[in-house]
């Protein structure tokens, strides 16, 4: 069974072993890669403690996949380009052999400063081949990578650190992102004096030559770390099953939960969705244009392209700097192949540009991929005959967080799109779909919760200290699945449409936020007795954020107390968390137990009043009418 399907009797051949025989297909894929030593059981799972091992018994270093094994054919071939976010920096390029030497050193760099296997490492990094080379060395001497988006705060950060016990931290001086200089080491420097204990060093990578505060005992810049470190640095043996990375995601309750990866079925699955998504062809460029802090970044820019041997762009900047062609011109000047991005990008680029890609020899694309959100149809459109120029196939990918890969997508060239359906399944994935009792919905167009029921290579592990929370969240609701928190259709030929969330989740801009973070954010200003918070539909976010919140006194100047309530959330989360909507009320509708009904405040938030449905069941029906009139005044 080779790595890469070709054509559709690949597919469905691929796809129907993987069925009959899991283990037996899964073990062909596997036996691609590099092992030190070969696993003993392919699979073993139990999907109610839950219970999920892959290739265990298999020993590997997941970097020597990455970078050694090219060595010897592709040395020389780019592995990483990095474009600027200023047009006019030069860009960089670094070829596998480069790289190697680069993570060898930063490894040993890291083994001096005393991280041993299994420590956590914080990164709070811009886009720069310093954070692909840190987190390749961190995973090659066996620690453990912790990325945080470094457009959260201070406070998400502190949590983060706090709740993995990170060793140390890496991070930049600054980061130049659009027109805005943002200062990265000082976010740690706050993150660290909220009582981050287990720091014992913070490594700064010099971006910007930028003047910042300096603590010697635990600051060290990274050109004195690497200075005089060896270029050859041995990959630690690692077991399958142990923890390559943690990621946090936000749930429907609580603070954001560390999703863990572990070494070998997430190498083996990354490679292999990489490859076959994408399509990609030895000499290609491929260009995903997340940020590394999302697992997109961490799947599709960083492991799954270098270990199929790729040349992966990295880019520092944002779409609409220094104009709303940077995207097109950065893929005119690298020759981009494969392009990988998520609708809000499309949709904002549409807006301000709608015949922008037309300026641009955008010939080298082949396949244009889309990730994160529901792409509406005529975003999908724009993307196809604009950028795409109606040849290049649309590949709309469903994953997750929790999946470490994608799961339903179509295969460019061999299997067929439609706009807005993630289509079908890949190999060795068992997506369906269940009704609210958890009975399977059997046959074609159907509606209903998205479920998984067999288990794959990359599926999460457990939530970090906290494997009840994984049960509860992801194996509890449906006896024997997994369960996604998405809703989905299927047409008439079984392909899958992603609906959405279905939990309180709210996608911004592709970026899963918690409503109950941003209430608990929210809760903290003086004034507010209580708030509510629900998704709503955004032209450009796909789901913007609507906050209900009832005040205690007089909060005097309604737009002074709104700021401050934005400043609150983008101090305790981040920017990307804040409300676009902020409704002062003097009730919140409840359910006679006391519970708020967030349906009702979800229809009003989206001007639905003729569908409410009853609302004689709530303890206090009347302020339906005023929610409903404020909500006017607003718009
Ligand atoms: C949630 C996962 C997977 C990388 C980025 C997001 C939504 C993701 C699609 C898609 C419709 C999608 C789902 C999912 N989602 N891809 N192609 N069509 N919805 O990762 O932050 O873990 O969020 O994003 O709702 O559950 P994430």
Redesign the pocket.
């Known amino acids: 069974m080779p790595l890469q399907i070709n054509n559709i009797h690949d597919y469905h051949e691929a796809y129907q072993k993987s069925i009959d025989n899991p283990e037996a297909f899964w073990d062909e894929i596997a036996s691609h890669f590099t092992w030190k030593e070969i696993w003993n059981k392919v699979v073993h799972f139990d999907f109610v403690s839950p219970e999920v091992r892959w290739f265990e018994g298999g020993k590997l270093n997941i970097t020597e996949n990455c970078l050694d094994r090219h060595i010897k054919d592709k040395g020389d071939q780019v592995a990483i380009i990095w474009e600027a976010n200023d047009v006019d920096t030069p860009s960089v390029s670094l070829t596998y052999k480069e790289l190697l030497r680069e993570v060898s050193i930063c490894a040993n760099a890291l083994k001096s400063m005393g991280i041993q296997k299994g420590d956590r490492i914080c990164f709070y990094m811009p886009m720069i081949p310093q954070v692909v080379i840190s987190i390749l060395a961190c995973a090659r001497i066996g620690a453990v990578h912790s990325i945080v988006f470094a457009g959260f705060s201070a406070n998400s950060l502190a949590d983060r650190i706090k709740d993995c016990t990170c060793k140390m931290v890496i991070c930049s001086d600054f980061n130049k992102r659009g027109s805005k200089n943002i200062p990265v080491k000082e976010v740690v420097d706050e993150a660290i004096a909220m009582g981050c204990d287990s720091v014992e060093k913070v490594l700064v990578y010099n971006s910007t030559n930028q003047k910042i505060n300096w603590n010697p005992e635990l600051d060290i810049w990274w050109d004195d770390a690497m200075e005089g470190q060896s270029d050859y640095c041995e990959a630690e043996t690692m077991d399958s099953e142990d923890m390559l990375f943690i990621l946090y995601?936000?749930g429907s309750t609580g603070k954001p939960k560390g999703v863990v990866h572990t070494c070998g079925g997430y190498m083996v699955y990354t490679c292999y969705s990489f490859l076959n998504v994408f399509q990609y062809k030895p000499g290609d460029v491929y260009w995903c244009t997340?940020d590394v802090g999302?697992?997109?970044g961490h799947?599709y820019i960083i492991y799954g392209p270098l270990l199929s041997g790729a040349t992966t762009l990295i880019f520092e900047g944002v779409p609409t700097y220094p104009d709303s062609g940077r995207f097109w011109k950065v893929c005119e000047k690298h020759k981009v192949n494969q392009f990988y991005t998520?609708?809000t990008a499309i949709r904002a680029l549409m807006a301000s540009g709608h015949e922008e890609p037309d300026n641009y020899d955008l010939s080298s694309l082949k396949v244009i991929g889309?990730?994160?959100?529901?792409?509406n149809e005529e975003a999908w459109m724009w993307y196809h005959s604009k950028v795409g120029k109606s040849h290049c196939p649309v590949v709309?990918?469903?994953?997750?967080?929790?999946?470490g890969g994608?799961m339903?997508?179509p295969l460019p060239g061999i299997t067929d799109t439609k706009p807005c359906f993630?289509s079908y399944p890949l190999p060795g994935i068992q997506p369906c779909l269940v009704d609210l009792q958890g009975e399977e919905l059997h046959g074609h167009n159907q509606e209903g919760l998205l479920c998984i029921k067999y288990p794959w290579p990359s599926m999460i592990r457990t939530t970090y200290r906290d494997h009840e929370r994984c049960r509860t969240t992801y194996f509890s609701t449906f006896h024997n699945k997994y369960f996604?928190?998405?809703g989905a259709k299927t047409d008439e030929h079984g392909r899958y449409r992603?609906?959405?969330?279905v939990d309180d989740?709210i996608?911004v801009s592709?970026?899963?936020i918690g409503t109950a973070e941003v209430e608990d954010a929210i809760n903290q200003h003086d004034h507010v007795v209580e708030s509510a918070v629900v998704g709503f539909p955004h032209a450009i976010k796909g789901q913007g954020i609507y906050a209900y919140v009832i005040t205690s006194g007089e909060v005097g100047d309604h737009a002074h107390f709104r700021k401050e309530v934005l400043d609150i959330v983008s101090k305790h989360i981040g920017p990307i968390a804040k409300p676009d909507a902020i409704q002062i009320v003097s009730q919140l509708p409840k359910t006679r137990s006391g519970k708020i009904m967030r349906r009702i405040l979800r229809k009003i938030a989206e001007g639905e009043y003729d569908s409410l449905g009853d609302i004689s069941t709530l303890l206090n029906p009347e302020c339906v009418e005023e929610l409903k009139a404020g909500v006017k005044r607003l718009s």
């Open positions: 995601t936000s997340a999302w697992i997109t799947s998520a609708p889309s990730v994160g959100e529901p792409i709309d990918t469903w994953w997750q967080t929790e999946t994608i339903i997508s993630a996604t928190g998405d992603i609906i959405g969330r989740v996608n592709g970026h899963r």
